[in-house]
Protein backbone atom coordinates (compact mmCIF):
# COMPACT_ATOMS: atom_id res chain seq x y z
CA UNK A 1 0.00 0.00 0.00
CA UNK A 2 1.18 3.53 -0.99
CA UNK A 3 0.96 6.57 1.48
CA UNK A 4 1.99 9.45 1.61
CA UNK A 5 2.31 12.33 4.38
CA UNK A 6 0.77 15.40 4.50
CA UNK A 7 2.32 18.21 6.24
CA UNK A 8 -0.82 20.18 6.46
CA UNK A 9 -2.89 17.76 7.59
CA UNK A 10 -0.48 16.65 10.65
CA UNK A 11 -0.32 20.59 11.59
CA UNK A 12 -4.05 20.16 11.73
CA UNK A 13 -4.72 17.55 13.59
CA UNK A 14 -2.34 18.87 16.16
CA UNK A 15 -3.90 22.63 16.32
CA UNK A 16 -7.27 20.54 16.89
CA UNK A 17 -6.13 18.66 19.41
CA UNK A 18 -4.16 21.69 21.59
CA UNK A 19 -7.61 23.57 21.19
CA UNK A 20 -9.31 20.73 23.20
CA UNK A 21 -6.59 20.71 25.59
CA UNK A 22 -7.19 24.39 26.41
CA UNK A 23 -10.71 23.51 26.64
CA UNK A 24 -10.08 21.16 29.28
CA UNK A 25 -7.70 22.73 31.17
CA UNK A 26 -9.92 26.15 31.26
CA UNK A 27 -12.58 24.39 32.75
CA UNK A 28 -10.50 23.47 36.06
CA UNK A 29 -11.20 27.06 38.11
CA UNK A 30 -11.33 28.56 41.41
CA UNK A 31 -14.63 29.43 43.10
CA UNK A 32 -14.44 32.30 45.91
CA UNK A 33 -17.24 33.37 48.08
CA UNK A 34 -18.47 34.09 51.52
CA UNK A 35 -21.09 31.95 53.57
CA UNK A 36 -23.57 33.39 56.05
CA UNK A 37 -26.11 32.54 58.56
CA UNK A 38 -30.12 34.27 58.58
CA UNK A 39 -28.62 37.20 60.20
CA UNK A 40 -25.50 38.23 57.77
CA UNK A 41 -23.03 36.93 60.41
CA UNK A 42 -20.42 35.17 58.66
CA UNK A 43 -20.09 31.08 59.25
CA UNK A 44 -16.84 29.51 60.32
CA UNK A 45 -16.18 25.79 59.91
CA UNK A 46 -19.21 25.59 56.83
CA UNK A 47 -18.31 22.34 55.15
CA UNK A 48 -18.18 22.78 51.36
CA UNK A 49 -17.97 20.12 49.25
CA UNK A 50 -17.40 19.21 45.23
CA UNK A 51 -20.54 17.08 44.99
CA UNK A 52 -19.33 13.52 43.55
CA UNK A 53 -15.68 14.04 44.11
CA UNK A 54 -13.43 13.81 46.91
CA UNK A 55 -12.11 17.47 46.80
CA UNK A 56 -13.86 20.23 49.59
CA UNK A 57 -12.77 23.48 51.63
CA UNK A 58 -14.00 25.11 54.75
CA UNK A 59 -14.80 28.70 56.06
CA UNK A 60 -12.46 30.26 57.46
CA UNK A 61 -13.16 32.74 60.36
CA UNK A 62 -14.39 35.31 58.02
CA UNK A 63 -16.91 32.75 56.46
CA UNK A 64 -14.55 32.94 52.94
CA UNK A 65 -14.15 30.16 51.64
CA UNK A 66 -11.91 29.27 47.86
CA UNK A 67 -12.10 25.80 46.57
CA UNK A 68 -11.07 24.79 42.62
CA UNK A 69 -13.76 23.15 41.08
CA UNK A 70 -13.50 20.70 37.40
CA UNK A 71 -15.95 21.97 35.26
CA UNK A 72 -19.36 24.51 34.89
CA UNK A 73 -21.40 21.59 35.48
CA UNK A 74 -20.36 20.88 38.93
CA UNK A 75 -22.04 21.53 41.95
CA UNK A 76 -20.94 23.24 45.49
CA UNK A 77 -22.18 21.40 48.78
CA UNK A 78 -23.07 23.33 51.78
CA UNK A 79 -23.43 21.93 55.06
CA UNK A 80 -23.20 22.80 58.64
CA UNK A 81 -24.64 21.60 62.08
CA UNK A 82 -28.11 22.76 62.67
CA UNK A 83 -28.70 24.66 59.38
CA UNK A 84 -30.12 23.27 55.89
CA UNK A 85 -27.78 22.03 53.37
CA UNK A 86 -27.62 24.07 50.40
CA UNK A 87 -26.23 22.89 46.57
CA UNK A 88 -25.58 25.54 44.06
CA UNK A 89 -24.56 24.44 40.34
CA UNK A 90 -21.68 26.89 39.40
CA UNK A 91 -22.00 27.61 36.24
CA UNK A 92 -19.93 30.59 35.01
CA UNK A 93 -19.35 31.87 38.65
CA UNK A 94 -16.42 32.31 40.25
CA UNK A 95 -17.71 34.29 43.17
CA UNK A 96 -20.84 32.47 45.14
CA UNK A 97 -22.27 33.55 48.42
CA UNK A 98 -24.51 31.88 50.07
CA UNK A 99 -26.70 32.59 52.93
CA UNK A 100 -27.76 28.61 55.12
CA UNK A 101 -30.97 29.04 56.84
CA UNK A 102 -31.61 27.44 60.36
CA UNK A 103 -32.52 23.56 60.27
CA UNK A 104 -36.12 23.66 62.09
CA UNK A 105 -36.57 20.16 62.08
CA UNK A 106 -33.88 19.28 63.94
CA UNK A 107 -34.45 22.56 66.62
CA UNK A 108 -37.74 21.49 67.19
CA UNK A 109 -36.08 17.55 68.09
CA UNK A 110 -36.56 17.56 72.26
CA UNK A 111 -33.78 16.34 74.34
CA UNK A 112 -33.46 15.22 77.78
CA UNK A 113 -31.85 18.19 80.04
CA UNK A 114 -32.05 16.74 84.09
CA UNK A 115 -35.17 15.41 85.24
CA UNK A 116 -37.18 17.21 82.01
CA UNK A 117 -37.42 17.39 78.53
CA UNK A 118 -36.90 20.73 76.39
CA UNK A 119 -36.67 21.35 72.73
CA UNK A 120 -33.00 22.29 70.90
CA UNK A 121 -34.32 25.67 70.34
CA UNK A 122 -34.93 26.67 73.97
CA UNK A 123 -31.71 24.99 75.27
CA UNK A 124 -29.75 27.58 76.80
CA UNK A 125 -26.94 25.74 78.45
CA UNK A 126 -24.59 23.52 76.38
CA UNK A 127 -25.95 20.24 75.57
CA UNK A 128 -25.14 17.63 73.23
CA UNK A 129 -27.43 14.34 72.01
CA UNK A 130 -27.26 11.19 70.14
CA UNK A 131 -29.95 9.14 69.19
CA UNK A 132 -30.34 4.90 69.83
CA UNK A 133 -30.56 4.25 66.21
CA UNK A 134 -27.26 5.39 65.59
CA UNK A 135 -25.13 3.77 68.42
CA UNK A 136 -26.89 0.59 67.25
CA UNK A 137 -25.10 0.54 63.70
CA UNK A 138 -21.61 0.94 65.48
CA UNK A 139 -19.99 -2.42 65.51
CA UNK A 140 -18.73 -2.07 68.97
CA UNK A 141 -19.39 -3.93 71.95
CA UNK A 142 -19.17 -1.99 74.35
CA UNK A 143 -21.63 0.75 74.63
CA UNK A 144 -19.17 3.75 75.72
CA UNK A 145 -16.96 3.33 72.49
CA UNK A 146 -19.57 3.45 70.30
CA UNK A 147 -19.71 7.43 71.66
CA UNK A 148 -16.07 8.25 70.48
CA UNK A 149 -16.54 10.85 67.67
CA UNK A 150 -19.92 11.28 67.67
CA UNK A 151 -20.97 14.29 70.22
CA UNK A 152 -18.80 17.58 70.35
CA UNK A 153 -16.53 18.32 73.46
CA UNK A 154 -16.71 14.41 74.15
CA UNK A 155 -13.44 12.16 73.98
CA UNK A 156 -13.71 8.69 74.51
CA UNK A 157 -10.03 6.71 75.05
CA UNK A 158 -9.68 3.42 74.89
CA UNK A 159 -6.70 1.55 76.58
CA UNK A 160 -7.70 -2.25 76.48
CA UNK A 161 -9.14 -4.75 73.75
CA UNK A 162 -9.52 -7.64 76.11
CA UNK A 163 -13.38 -9.53 75.99
CA UNK A 164 -15.40 -7.61 78.87
CA UNK A 165 -12.81 -5.28 80.19
CA UNK A 166 -12.19 -3.05 76.41
CA UNK A 167 -14.64 -0.17 78.08
CA UNK A 168 -13.83 3.94 77.08
CA UNK A 169 -12.92 6.51 80.06
CA UNK A 170 -14.74 9.10 78.57
CA UNK A 171 -14.19 12.77 79.61
CA UNK A 172 -16.41 16.01 78.79
CA UNK A 173 -14.37 18.84 77.90
CA UNK A 174 -11.23 17.18 79.59
CA UNK A 175 -10.12 16.42 83.54
CA UNK A 176 -11.87 18.76 85.89
CA UNK A 177 -11.47 17.18 89.19
CA UNK A 178 -8.42 15.18 91.21
CA UNK A 179 -8.75 11.66 91.46
CA UNK A 180 -11.99 10.35 89.45
CA UNK A 181 -12.91 12.27 86.19
CA UNK A 182 -15.29 10.15 85.26
CA UNK A 183 -18.74 11.45 83.88
CA UNK A 184 -21.78 11.14 85.98
CA UNK A 185 -24.08 8.09 84.11
CA UNK A 186 -27.54 8.72 84.80
CA UNK A 187 -30.21 5.54 82.94
CA UNK A 188 -33.88 6.74 83.17
CA UNK A 189 -33.21 9.03 86.39
CA UNK A 190 -30.93 6.79 88.31
CA UNK A 191 -27.58 7.98 88.91
CA UNK A 192 -24.43 5.42 89.26
CA UNK A 193 -26.29 2.39 88.24
CA UNK A 194 -24.24 -0.90 88.27
CA UNK A 195 -22.98 -1.76 85.01
CA UNK A 196 -22.81 1.99 84.07
CA UNK A 197 -22.70 2.61 80.45
CA UNK A 198 -20.41 0.38 79.36
CA UNK A 199 -22.70 -2.94 79.80
CA UNK A 200 -26.04 -1.23 78.37
CA UNK A 201 -27.54 -3.04 75.20
CA UNK A 202 -27.43 -0.33 72.42
CA UNK A 203 -30.40 -1.84 70.78
CA UNK A 204 -32.62 -0.41 74.50
CA UNK A 205 -31.13 2.81 73.95
CA UNK A 206 -34.09 5.81 72.67
CA UNK A 207 -31.19 8.49 73.42
CA UNK A 208 -28.18 10.39 74.79
CA UNK A 209 -27.71 13.58 76.32
CA UNK A 210 -24.50 14.88 77.78
CA UNK A 211 -25.20 18.13 79.68
CA UNK A 212 -22.14 20.41 80.19
CA UNK A 213 -21.35 23.53 82.07
CA UNK A 214 -24.53 24.88 83.70
CA UNK A 215 -27.22 22.55 82.41
CA UNK A 216 -25.17 19.67 84.37
CA UNK A 217 -25.77 22.06 87.92
CA UNK A 218 -28.83 20.09 88.57
CA UNK A 219 -27.29 17.38 90.00
CA UNK A 220 -24.97 18.93 92.04
CA UNK A 221 -20.86 18.06 93.38
CA UNK A 222 -21.33 15.16 91.35
CA UNK A 223 -21.61 16.89 87.85
CA UNK A 224 -18.03 18.27 88.15
CA UNK A 225 -16.85 16.17 84.63
CA UNK A 226 -19.97 16.81 83.23
CA UNK A 227 -23.78 14.38 83.21
CA UNK A 228 -24.67 11.83 80.69
CA UNK A 229 -28.17 11.13 80.27
CA UNK A 230 -29.42 7.79 78.72
CA UNK A 231 -33.22 7.08 78.25
CA UNK A 232 -34.46 3.82 77.44
CA UNK A 233 -36.72 3.09 74.51
CA UNK A 234 -40.93 3.01 75.63
CA UNK A 235 -43.53 1.21 74.71
CA UNK A 236 -45.93 2.50 71.92
CA UNK A 237 -49.66 2.17 71.65
CA UNK A 238 -50.69 -0.26 68.75
CA UNK A 239 -50.54 -3.60 67.90
CA UNK A 240 -47.60 -5.54 69.01
CA UNK A 241 -44.44 -5.74 66.82
CA UNK A 242 -41.79 -7.81 67.57
CA UNK A 243 -38.17 -7.07 66.22
CA UNK A 244 -34.75 -8.86 65.61
CA UNK A 245 -31.64 -7.73 65.39
CA UNK A 246 -28.53 -9.45 64.80
CA UNK A 247 -24.77 -8.22 63.98
CA UNK A 248 -21.75 -10.05 63.24
CA UNK A 249 -17.84 -8.89 63.44
CA UNK A 250 -14.79 -9.50 63.12
CA UNK A 251 -11.81 -7.69 65.04
CA UNK A 252 -8.04 -7.68 65.06
CA UNK A 253 -5.26 -5.68 67.09
CA UNK A 254 -4.90 -2.54 65.31
CA UNK A 255 -0.83 -2.86 65.15
CA UNK A 256 0.71 -6.33 65.45
CA UNK A 257 4.87 -5.33 65.25
CA UNK A 258 7.12 -6.70 63.09
CA UNK A 259 10.06 -8.45 64.79
CA UNK A 260 13.46 -9.66 63.47
CA UNK A 261 13.93 -13.50 63.49
CA UNK A 262 16.16 -15.04 65.24
CA UNK A 263 19.52 -15.14 62.87
CA UNK A 264 18.73 -11.07 62.45
CA UNK A 265 18.40 -10.87 66.02
CA UNK A 266 21.89 -12.60 66.86
CA UNK A 267 23.57 -10.57 64.13
CA UNK A 268 22.27 -7.28 65.69
CA UNK A 269 24.11 -8.58 68.62
CA UNK A 270 27.12 -9.33 67.20
CA UNK A 271 27.06 -5.91 65.68
CA UNK A 272 26.51 -4.31 68.85
CA UNK A 273 29.73 -6.33 70.09
CA UNK A 274 31.92 -4.76 67.09
CA UNK A 275 30.75 -1.02 68.52
CA UNK A 276 32.91 -1.15 71.18
CA UNK A 277 35.87 -1.54 68.89
CA UNK A 278 37.24 1.80 66.96
CA UNK A 279 35.89 2.66 64.06
CA UNK A 280 39.02 2.01 61.84
CA UNK A 281 38.58 -2.13 62.99
CA UNK A 282 34.73 -2.48 62.08
CA UNK A 283 34.88 -3.66 58.82
CA UNK A 284 37.77 -6.41 59.88
CA UNK A 285 35.91 -7.55 62.52
CA UNK A 286 32.99 -7.90 60.85
CA UNK A 287 34.53 -10.28 58.61
CA UNK A 288 36.21 -12.04 60.91
CA UNK A 289 32.94 -12.57 63.05
CA UNK A 290 31.30 -13.94 60.25
CA UNK A 291 34.00 -16.27 59.13
CA UNK A 292 35.65 -17.47 62.63
CA UNK A 293 33.39 -15.95 65.51
CA UNK A 294 36.58 -14.49 67.02
CA UNK A 295 38.38 -11.39 66.15
CA UNK A 296 41.93 -10.34 67.85
CA UNK A 297 41.32 -12.91 70.91
CA UNK A 298 37.62 -11.35 70.98
CA UNK A 299 34.81 -13.77 70.94
CA UNK A 300 31.41 -12.76 68.85
CA UNK A 301 27.97 -13.67 70.78
CA UNK A 302 27.02 -15.94 68.02
CA UNK A 303 29.55 -17.61 66.10
CA UNK A 304 29.11 -18.85 62.62
CA UNK A 305 28.31 -21.99 63.71
CA UNK A 306 24.95 -20.75 66.01
CA UNK A 307 23.82 -18.31 62.99
CA UNK A 308 23.50 -21.27 60.63
CA UNK A 309 21.36 -23.18 63.20
CA UNK A 310 19.20 -19.96 63.86
CA UNK A 311 18.83 -19.81 60.01
CA UNK A 312 18.29 -23.78 58.83
CA UNK A 313 15.90 -24.64 62.08
CA UNK A 314 17.92 -27.86 62.13
CA UNK A 315 18.13 -27.01 66.03
CA UNK A 316 14.74 -26.10 66.99
CA UNK A 317 15.22 -26.33 70.96
CA UNK A 318 18.73 -24.87 71.58
CA UNK A 319 18.53 -22.31 68.27
CA UNK A 320 15.02 -21.66 67.77
CA UNK A 321 13.34 -19.76 65.69
CA UNK A 322 9.71 -18.90 66.98
CA UNK A 323 6.92 -16.24 65.63
CA UNK A 324 5.47 -15.67 68.54
CA UNK A 325 2.65 -13.54 67.73
CA UNK A 326 1.45 -15.81 64.79
CA UNK A 327 1.81 -19.05 66.97
CA UNK A 328 -0.78 -17.61 69.31
CA UNK A 329 -2.75 -14.92 68.01
CA UNK A 330 -5.91 -15.26 64.91
CA UNK A 331 -6.14 -12.85 62.28
CA UNK A 332 -9.49 -11.76 63.25
CA UNK A 333 -11.65 -12.67 66.81
CA UNK A 334 -15.26 -13.23 66.26
CA UNK A 335 -17.73 -10.96 68.33
CA UNK A 336 -21.76 -11.85 68.06
CA UNK A 337 -24.84 -9.65 69.10
CA UNK A 338 -28.60 -10.73 69.36
CA UNK A 339 -31.70 -8.71 70.20
CA UNK A 340 -35.24 -9.18 70.48
CA UNK A 341 -37.76 -6.92 71.00
CA UNK A 342 -41.74 -6.70 71.57
CA UNK A 343 -43.18 -3.65 72.26
CA UNK A 344 -47.03 -2.58 71.74
CA UNK A 345 -50.06 -1.57 74.71
CA UNK A 346 -53.01 0.61 74.27
CA UNK A 347 -53.56 4.58 75.35
CA UNK A 348 -53.84 3.78 78.93
CA UNK A 349 -50.81 0.51 79.03
CA UNK A 350 -47.73 0.37 77.13
CA UNK A 351 -44.90 -2.20 77.49
CA UNK A 352 -41.75 -2.92 76.18
CA UNK A 353 -39.46 -6.26 76.71
CA UNK A 354 -36.44 -6.55 75.00
CA UNK A 355 -33.78 -9.80 75.72
CA UNK A 356 -29.95 -9.60 74.39
CA UNK A 357 -26.96 -11.78 74.26
CA UNK A 358 -23.26 -11.06 72.83
CA UNK A 359 -20.73 -12.55 72.56
CA UNK A 360 -16.95 -11.60 72.56
CA UNK A 361 -13.70 -13.56 72.13
CA UNK A 362 -10.26 -12.76 72.68
CA UNK A 363 -7.16 -12.58 69.58
CA UNK A 364 -5.00 -15.95 71.44
CA UNK A 365 -5.87 -18.95 69.38
CA UNK A 366 -7.57 -21.98 71.39
CA UNK A 367 -8.06 -18.60 73.92
CA UNK A 368 -9.42 -19.56 77.42
CA UNK A 369 -10.41 -15.69 77.86
CA UNK A 370 -14.00 -14.38 76.43
CA UNK A 371 -16.74 -13.00 77.45
CA UNK A 372 -20.90 -13.58 77.05
CA UNK A 373 -23.56 -11.05 78.44
CA UNK A 374 -27.45 -12.01 78.72
CA UNK A 375 -29.71 -9.16 79.39
CA UNK A 376 -32.95 -8.22 80.49
CA UNK A 377 -35.47 -5.56 79.97
CA UNK A 378 -39.06 -4.70 80.89
CA UNK A 379 -40.85 -1.28 80.63
CA UNK A 380 -44.03 -0.48 81.76
CA UNK A 381 -46.03 2.81 81.75
CA UNK A 382 -49.55 2.54 83.16
CA UNK A 383 -52.26 5.70 82.97
CA UNK A 384 -53.89 5.03 86.64
CA UNK A 385 -55.90 8.12 86.23
CA UNK A 386 -55.48 11.67 85.00
CA UNK A 387 -53.39 12.55 87.52
CA UNK A 388 -51.62 9.31 88.53
CA UNK A 389 -48.81 7.41 85.92
CA UNK A 390 -47.29 4.57 87.03
CA UNK A 391 -43.84 3.33 85.26
CA UNK A 392 -41.73 0.42 85.90
CA UNK A 393 -38.68 -0.46 84.46
CA UNK A 394 -36.67 -3.93 85.14
CA UNK A 395 -33.29 -4.93 83.93
CA UNK A 396 -31.08 -7.90 84.62
CA UNK A 397 -27.91 -8.64 83.09
CA UNK A 398 -25.91 -12.30 83.59
CA UNK A 399 -21.88 -12.34 82.69
CA UNK A 400 -19.62 -14.82 82.52
CA UNK A 401 -15.79 -13.89 82.17
CA UNK A 402 -13.37 -16.40 80.94
CA UNK A 403 -9.99 -16.44 81.92
CA UNK A 404 -6.54 -17.86 82.23
CA UNK A 405 -4.31 -19.42 85.05
CA UNK A 406 -1.77 -16.31 83.79
CA UNK A 407 -1.81 -12.89 83.42
CA UNK A 408 -1.30 -12.33 79.32
CA UNK A 409 1.41 -9.83 80.08
CA UNK A 410 4.61 -10.28 78.71
CA UNK A 411 6.04 -9.66 82.13
CA UNK A 412 4.25 -12.19 83.74
CA UNK A 413 5.10 -14.59 80.48
CA UNK A 414 8.87 -14.12 81.09
CA UNK A 415 8.73 -14.64 84.98
CA UNK A 416 6.56 -17.83 84.69
CA UNK A 417 9.55 -19.08 82.20
CA UNK A 418 12.12 -18.13 84.17
CA UNK A 419 10.40 -19.59 87.58
CA UNK A 420 10.06 -23.19 85.70
CA UNK A 421 13.49 -23.44 84.47
CA UNK A 422 14.86 -22.71 87.83
CA UNK A 423 12.97 -25.48 89.00
CA UNK A 424 14.52 -27.31 87.22
CA UNK A 425 17.71 -26.43 86.01
CA UNK A 426 19.25 -23.62 88.27
CA UNK A 427 20.17 -19.76 87.90
CA UNK A 428 22.76 -20.40 85.54
CA UNK A 429 20.84 -22.40 82.96
CA UNK A 430 17.96 -19.87 83.46
CA UNK A 431 20.46 -17.37 81.74
CA UNK A 432 21.86 -18.96 78.90
CA UNK A 433 17.95 -20.26 78.03
CA UNK A 434 16.34 -17.31 78.13
CA UNK A 435 18.56 -15.01 76.31
CA UNK A 436 18.56 -18.13 73.41
CA UNK A 437 14.62 -18.34 73.38
CA UNK A 438 12.66 -15.41 74.71
CA UNK A 439 14.68 -12.21 74.76
CA UNK A 440 15.38 -12.80 70.83
CA UNK A 441 12.00 -12.75 70.09
CA UNK A 442 10.40 -10.22 72.30
CA UNK A 443 13.15 -7.33 72.84
Known amino acids: ?107 SEVVVVGYGVQKKATVSGSVVAVKGADLQKSPSMNLSNSLAGRMAGVVAVNRSGEPGYDGSSIRIRGANTLNNNDALIVIDGIPNRAGGLDRINPADIETISVLKDASAAIYGARAA ?19 YSFNQGFSQPTVIPKLANAAQYAGMLNDLDIYGLPTSQWAEATAAYKATGVYNGRKAPYSPTDMQLYKDGSDPWLHPDTDWYGATLKAWSPQTKHNVQMSGGSDNVKYLASLGYQNQDAYYKNSATGYD ?41 CKCVENRINQHFGQTVYRVQILKTVKIRWL
Request: zero cysteines; glycine letters at 8%; a positive charge.
Open 225 to 243: NGVILITTKKGKSGKPELS
Open 1 to 107: MNTKFYPSKLLFLLAFLLSFSRVSFGQNRTVTGKVTDEKGEALIGVNIIVKETNKGTTSNAEGKYSVSVPSATSKLVFTFVSYEAKEITVGNQSIINVSLNPDAKSL
Open 373 to 413: QYDLRLNLDAKINENVNLSIGLMGREEQRRFPTKAAGLFSV
